[in-house]
């Protein structure tokens, strides 16, 4: 027997100073979210990697749903470089006299960015950083030293780098698919306890590491998912920065990309982002059906921010000026406030967004958001970013079950009363 739908939490008596934001308030659905990140999160997907038909299928889903609301729905493509792409499981044991340890990737160890592409494991004596020669050798880096080590290991043609690495509360490495440049040797990284203990184990012998790193770099395809809304009758025209009637035009963005799946290992993607994206499409839903007075209303689903916001900066240098962004990255889990940022000319954007957050109870707090805002941002445009929490970062813990139906409600009425504001200020 299934459970019951999660009871949405009571409007804010705030709200009641505007009784048709309330009502519209009113018909934000947790279910309807929930059923959307449950759905981007499923196997179909794959994790939603940017390039991956996991990817493209998600895009395709997203703008049916766009279409289902009425939107004139445009698919946009572009080209992606330096994925870091990781092909097979890596491997990581070593042995000390006649015991061998071998370690499990994500929980023990993992791929460094940074790495050169090793296919195979690979077994080489363990060396320590001041040893003079590292030929043929696998190096233990010092904390905090990866780097300077990496330098001196090509310089020898050294095999490889083991540097330290933590992990988050859930005992996870989240997985990353975009960094810095390459190395010409292979980086691991490994879990701080465990380095330490390789640390103990070559300082009372010899040590011998087997390990590879089968992670490579490619160059993708990715996709825009955009759907324009106009609500009212005196909305812009395509180009316009307002309608006759004064409307705003407002542009409310979510990346639906995610890092991707391990070989053999599910990474959902739920909190980062399809939370973001459920809450956007459910406001997207309630503001089409209940606003009366003119907004242009514009969606975008962007690809490829996990690997350095290439979707957002694919599209930031067409859109109109004068539009007014808000980008939702995270709606899984609220503490004590959403954190905010604001770039561009967004000061009367911040203090709309102030307002909204009285009128529904969510609390707000200036916190940095390293995400597709800052894009629009830097193209001009008054934009901001929120951050409602992503719980099991980057992991295979970041499952549906973790995302809290009372944050996607708290997100969707928040973006419904900036944008009903933000329309308010020109028609009261």
């Not at 939490?9 to 959307?36: H, T, Y």
């Not at 340890?101 to 001041?130: I, T, W």
């Not at 690495?165 to 440049?181: L, Q």
Request: proline share 8%; net charge negative; glycine share 10%.
């Amino acid at each position: 027997m299934s459970s019951p739908p999660p009871i949405s939490p009571p409007v804010p008596p705030e709200a009641a100073k505007a009784p048709g934001l309330a009502a519209a308030l009113e018909q934000v659905s947790a279910r309807r979210m929930l059923d959307c990140v449950a759905e981007l999160a499923a196997d179909r997907y794959a994790g939603r990697r940017v390039g991956t038909p996991g990817g493209h299928a998600a895009a395709t889903w997203l703008a049916d749903r766009l279409r289902t609301l009425g939107a004139d729905v445009r698919l946009d493509p572009f080209d992606v470089a330096e994925v870091r792409e990781l092909y097979r499981t890596p491997v990581l044991q070593w042995s000390a006299g006649r015991a061998t340890r071998r370690l499990e990737h994500r929980r023990d160890f993992v791929e460094h960015l940074a790495s050169a592409e090793l296919p195979d494991p690979r077994s080489a004596p363990l060396a320590d950083a001041g040893t003079a020669d590292l030929g043929g050798r696998w190096v233990l880096a010092p904390a905090g030293e990866w780097a300077q080590t990496c330098r001196r290991a090509e310089a020898d043609g050294a095999l490889g780098v083991l540097t330290a690495r933590n992990t988050d509360d859930d005992g996870w490495m989240p997985k990353m698919i975009a960094g810095p440049a390459r190395h010409a040797v292979a980086v691991i990284g490994v879990r701080t306890d465990l380095h330490r203990q390789l640390a103990d184990a070559l300082a009372a012998g010899e040590v011998t590491v087997t390990a590879s790193a089968p992670l490579r770099a490619v160059g993708v395809g990715g996709v825009n998912v955009h759907g324009h809304l106009p609500i009212g009758p005196d909305v812009p025209d395509e180009g316009a920065g307002e309608g006759t009637a004064g409307g705003p035009r407002v542009l409310l963005t979510a990346h639906f990309d995610g890092v991707g799946d391990d070989p053999g290992r599910r990474l959902p993607a739920a909190a980062d982002n399809a939370s973001g994206v459920a809450a956007i499409l459910e406001a997207a839903r309630v503001l089409a059906t209940t606003l009366t007075v003119p907004v242009d209303l514009r969606v975008s689903f962007l690809d490829a921010e996990e690997v350095g916001a290439w979707g957002s900066a694919h599209h930031a240098p067409a859109v109109a000026p004068g539009t007014q962004v808000i980008n939702l990255d995270g709606a899984a889990q609220l503490h004590q406030a959403a954190a905010v940022e604001a770039g561009g000319p967004a000061h009367a954007l911040l203090a709309v967004l102030d307002q909204a957050g009285r009128r529904t109870g969510v609390a707000l707090r200036a916190g940095a958001m390293a995400s597709d805002n800052r894009r629009y941002a830097a193209a001009g445009l008054a934009a901001i970013g929120i951050g409602m929490g992503m719980p099991g970062y980057q992991t295979p813990a970041e499952t549906p079950d973790r995302v809290e139906p009372a944050t996607l409600v708290a997100a969707a009425r928040l973006l419904i009363s900036a944008v009903w504001l933000l329309a308010g200020t020109q028609h009261p």
